[in-house]
């Protein structure tokens, strides 16, 4: 009976000191030995609280404005912001085909990861969004082994299975297999297409395209499209987006504006495993920020699901940094 009540994240959640403080020690010594910067910590971890805080917005906006409205507006909102950034630091765009190529073919599937994403918010919770959403950095080591013959760790195994177990406490109540959420269906498959996307910025950036201009072409590709969709399958009323307006603006312009530009000065100084595991927050931020400001509640199962795939994500984030180090003795050692 326990198991099946609804009670609050906040009052429920209070999990041992130990994993803090084993984090934080953690991070202290990559921080010591990767000359990682306060300033860089500070930053990643305002990107986490900012990314994690607008799935928040994300569903209140969807309270007055339907799905392509909200991306096709948070989208060119986001356009516009890094707009100037993009033109200051590249000092003008570059044209070529292969750079257009790249552009169109990665905001075409950003395009898809940021609808389906806004479509779960009409079936399911920030929390949970925000969680199945991270699966993607258990899909991209796994479609690596599939498409591109790639070889991954044994603790990367381990923590997609992990993940896997987490997954299904998350989604699905074991005395009735059938009841999958639509939401969280859809939140998988926006996962999926951001899984493809990271593929596909790697793969981009080794034929040598620029990679600010590569960000700010797939906002520019996915507001186009998003706003095109909106006019075509949707009916937006100018008082109704007044009403979004907040969510929009913090959307579109904290999290696609400026938690971008605070991620990127944030990597510049610090390690990648620190920056790593500070945005695998933006989940837990996600799931706080519901329970205070929306009172969203979840099962025990949900909650323990959510933990269960947040250890998980660490535990990836951890494999791939200790393979990288054995691929790259001598770079890990001067670094």
Same mark, same amino acid.
């Given at each position: 009976?326990?198991?099946?009540?609804?009670?609050?994240?906040?009052?429920?959640?209070?999990?041992?000191?130990?994993?803090?403080? &084993?984090?934080? &020690?953690?991070?202290?010594?990559?921080?010591?030995?990767?000359?990682?910067?306060?300033?860089?910590?500070?930053? @990643?971890?305002?990107?986490?609280?900012?990314?994690?805080?607008?799935?928040?917005?994300?569903?209140?906006?969807?309270?007055?404005?339907?799905?392509?409205?909200?991306?096709?507006?948070?989208?060119?909102?986001? $356009?516009?912001? %890094? !707009?100037?950034?993009?033109?200051?630091?590249?000092?003008?765009?570059?044209?070529?085909?292969?750079? !257009?190529?790249?552009?169109?073919?990665?905001?075409?599937?950003?395009?898809? *990861?940021?609808n389906f994403q806004q479509f779960a918010f009409y079936y399911?919770?920030?929390?949970?969004?925000?969680?199945?959403?991270?699966?993607?950095?258990?899909? /991209?080591?796994?479609?690596?082994?599939?498409? @591109?013959?790639?070889?991954?760790? /044994? %603790?990367?195994?381990?923590?997609? !299975?992990?993940?896997?177990?987490?997954?299904?406490?998350?989604?699905?109540?074991?005395?009735?297999?059938?009841?999958?959420?639509?939401?969280?269906?859809?939140?998988?498959?926006?996962?999926?297409?951001?899984?493809?996307?990271?593929?596909?910025?790697?793969?981009? !950036?080794?034929?040598?395209?620029?990679?600010?201009?590569?960000?700010?072409?797939?906002?520019?590709?996915? *507001? $186009?499209?998003?706003?095109?969709?909106?006019?075509?399958?949707?009916?937006?009323?100018?008082?109704?987006?007044?009403?979004?307006?907040?969510?929009?603006?913090?959307?579109?312009?904290?999290?696609?504006?400026?938690?971008?530009? %605070?991620?990127?000065?944030?990597?510049?100084?610090?390690?990648? /495993?620190?920056?790593?595991? %500070?945005?695998?927050?933006?989940?837990?931020? *996600?799931?706080?920020?519901?329970?205070?400001?929306?009172?969203?509640?979840?099962?025990?199962?949900?909650?323990?699901?959510? @933990?269960?795939?947040?250890?998980?994500?660490?535990?990836?984030?951890?494999?791939?940094?200790?393979?990288?180090?054995?691929?790259?003795?001598?770079? *890990?050692?001067?670094?």
């Amino acid at each position: 009976m326990y198991f099946n009540h609804p009670i609050s994240i906040l009052h429920l959640a209070k999990p041992n000191p130990l994993i803090y403080i &084993s984090l934080a &020690s953690f991070l202290l010594k990559e921080t010591l030995m990767r000359r990682t910067k306060p300033s860089g910590i500070i930053c @990643l971890l305002i990107t986490a609280v900012i990314w994690g805080s607008s799935f928040v917005a994300q569903s209140i906006g969807m309270q007055s404005i339907d799905a392509f409205t909200f991306t096709g507006i948070r989208t060119t909102l986001g $356009v516009i912001f %890094l !707009l100037p950034f993009t033109l200051i630091i590249n000092k003008g765009f570059d044209f070529s085909r292969k750079t !257009l190529r790249a552009g169109l073919i990665l905001g075409i599937v950003f395009s898809f *990861a940021q609808n389906f994403q806004q479509f779960a918010f009409y079936y399911s919770t920030s929390g949970k969004i925000a969680f199945i959403t991270a699966f993607y950095m258990f899909f /991209v080591p796994l479609f690596s082994v599939i498409f @591109l013959r790639k070889k991954i760790a /044994v %603790l990367t195994w381990a923590s997609i !299975l992990l993940g896997l177990v987490g997954l299904f406490l998350l989604c699905i109540d074991p005395s009735d297999m059938t009841s999958i959420n639509t939401g969280d269906i859809l939140a998988l498959i926006c996962a999926v297409f951001y899984a493809v996307q990271i593929m596909l910025i790697d793969k981009f !950036l080794e034929d040598g395209v620029n990679g600010i201009q590569l960000s700010f072409m797939q906002f520019a590709v996915a *507001a $186009v499209l998003s706003v095109i969709a909106m006019f075509i399958f949707e009916k937006p009323i100018l008082a109704d987006i007044k009403t979004a307006a907040p969510s929009l603006l913090y959307s579109g312009i904290m999290s696609c504006g400026i938690a971008y530009t %605070l991620q990127i000065v944030g990597q510049k100084n610090a390690s990648p /495993v620190v920056a790593s595991l %500070l945005m695998c927050l933006e989940s837990v931020f *996600a799931v706080i920020t519901a329970s205070i400001v929306l009172h969203e509640n979840m099962l025990p199962r949900e909650l323990a699901g959510c @933990l269960i795939m947040f250890a998980a994500i660490i535990l990836s984030q951890v494999s791939e940094t200790f393979s990288a180090k054995k691929q790259n003795p001598e770079s *890990a050692g001067s670094s």
